[in-house]
T-cell receptor, first 109, second 113 residues
Framework: GQNIDQPTEMTATEGAIVQINCTYQ??????LFWYQQHAGEAPTFLSY??LDGLEEKGRFSSFLSRSKGYSYLLLKELQMKDSASYLC??????????WGAGTKLIIKP | TAGITQAPTSQILAAGRSMTLRCTQD?????MYWYRQDLGLGLRLIHY???????GKGEVPDGYSVSRANTDDFPLTLASAVPSQTSVYFC????????????FGQGTRLTVV
C-alpha cells in the first residue's frame, strides 16, 4: 500500500529552527508537496519538490531525497504565527495526491 | 478575487437525509477535487474531475456522488447520510491535474446525527 509518515506533533521555541520530516512509500513519484494548515482553516501551499535537493523560499526550505523516500521541511526564525499543522503529500504515478496525517507544530515563546 | 468558495460553512444533518455541498471556483481551473479530513488521518480524496464533463472516483467514494456540468461548479452529494460521514469536507482546484499547486476552499464541517 501507499503511505506517508510524519510526526504527529512537534514543539519548538520562537526564534529557533525546526525540521519536520516526511517519509513516503508510493507507487511511482511525481512530486512532493508541503502545505500549511492553521486550525479551522484551509490548507495553503508552501513548497513543491520533484528533483533531489533543497528548495529555499524565505524562512522555509524543503528537501527531497527520492532514493530514500524522504523529505523535510525546515522552518527558520520561528514566529508564533507558524503554529499550525504541516501536511506532506506525494503525487503518485497516477498523479493522485497521497496525504500524510500532518504534523502539528506548537511554538512556545 | 473570490477564488474557491464552499457552502455551507457548517451543517448538522439527520442520518438518512440527503445533502449537497456546493463548491464554486472563479479561477477557470480545469481540475477540481473533494477531500474529507478526519482527525488523525490525512486528507482523503473522495471524487475528482480533471475537466468539465468528466469525473472520477478517489480513495473513499462510497456514499458520495459528484457532477461537473461546467468548469466552475463541482457539487458533492450525500444521498443518504450516515454518522461515519461526519467530517470536514474540502473542495480544491488546480489549473490542470498535473499542476504543482492546489487551492482549497474554506471547508464544510458536516455533522451527521
Amino acid at each position: 500500500g501507499q503511505n506517508i509518515d510524519q510526526p504527529t506533533e512537534m514543539t519548538a521555541t520562537e526564534g529557533a529552527i525546526v525540521q519536520i520530516n516526511c517519509t513516503y512509500q508510493t507507487s511511482g513519484f511525481n512530486g512532493l508537496f508541503w502545505y500549511q494548515q492553521h486550525a479551522g482553516e484551509a490548507p495553503t501551499f508552501l513548497s513543491y519538490n520533484v528533483l533531489d535537493g533543497l528548495e529555499e523560499k524565505g524562512r522555509f526550505s524543503s528537501f527531497l531525497s527520492r532514493s530514500k523516500g524522504y523529505s523535510y521541511l525546515l522552518l527558520k526564525e520561528l514566529q508564533m504565527k507558524d503554529s499550525a499543522s504541516y501536511l506532506c503529500a506525494v503525487r503518485d504515478g497516477n498523479y493522485q495526491l497521497i496525504w500524510g496525517a500532518g504534523t502539528k507544530l506548537i511554538i512556545k515563546p | 478575487t473570490a477564488g474557491i468558495t464552499q457552502a455551507p460553512t457548517s451543517q448538522i444533518l439527520a442520518a438518512g437525509r440527503s445533502m449537497t455541498l456546493r463548491c464554486t471556483q472563479d479561477m477557470r481551473h480545469n481540475a477540481m477535487y473533494w477531500y474529507r479530513q478526519d482527525l488523525g488521518l490525512g486528507l482523503r480524496l473522495i471524487h475528482y474531475s480533471n475537466t468539465a464533463g468528466t469525473t472520477g472516483k478517489g480513495e473513499v467514494p462510497d456514499g458520495y456522488s459528484v457532477s461537473r456540468a461546467n468548469t466552475d461548479d463541482f457539487p458533492l452529494t450525500l444521498a443518504s447520510a450516515v454518522p461515519s460521514q461526519t467530517s470536514v469536507y474540502f473542495c480544491a482546484s488546480s489549473p490542470t491535474d498535473t499542476n504543482t499547486e492546489a487551492f482549497f476552499g474554506q471547508g464544510t464541517r458536516l455533522t451527521v446525527v
